[in-house]
């Protein structure tokens, strides 16, 4: 019972940048892994970037060095600073959060997804 709700994307030249940003709102005991995906036309969507509750992260080969994620946990938010974007980067970027139920309700882990937002690089 969590909602995301994602924002930044937009229309920009190679070379630029934008930032995500997806917000977790709702009921739900603790947000463990949270990450970024995308989804370009005609292709499958990928994982982009994960960070852990801990804060330890991962990212695709092609977007390292380029992009960052991180995670404020008191607003349960998690962004994507994408920077010197290129047009093969232009795709429908969706956040994912991982949501623990706690022990009152078995443990176990929850899958939610933003509603996607588009990130277009033109050259």
């Known amino acids: 019972q969590v909602q995301l709700v994602e924002s930044g994307g937009g229309l920009v030249q190679a070379g630029g940048s934008l930032r995500l940003s997806c917000a977790a709102s709702?009921?739900?005991?603790?947000?463990?892994?949270m990450g970024w995906y995308r989804q370009a036309p005609g292709k499958q969507r990928e994982l982009v970037a994960r960070?852990?509750?801990?804060?330890?992260?991962n990212y695709v080969d092609s977007v390292k060095g380029r992009f960052t994620i991180s995670r404020d946990n008191a607003k349960n938010t998690v962004y994507l600073q994408m920077n010197s974007l290129k047009p093969e980067d232009t795709a429908v970027y969706y956040c994912?959060?991982?949501?623990?139920?706690?022990?009152?309700?078995?443990?176990?882990?929850?899958?939610?997804w933003g509603q996607g937002t588009q990130v277009t690089v033109s050259s």
């Open positions: 709702g009921s739900f005991f603790k947000i463990n892994d």
């Open positions: 960070i852990t509750s801990g804060s330890s992260t």
């Open positions: 994912n959060v991982k949501c623990a139920r706690g022990f009152s309700r078995g443990w176990g882990e929850d899958d939610y």
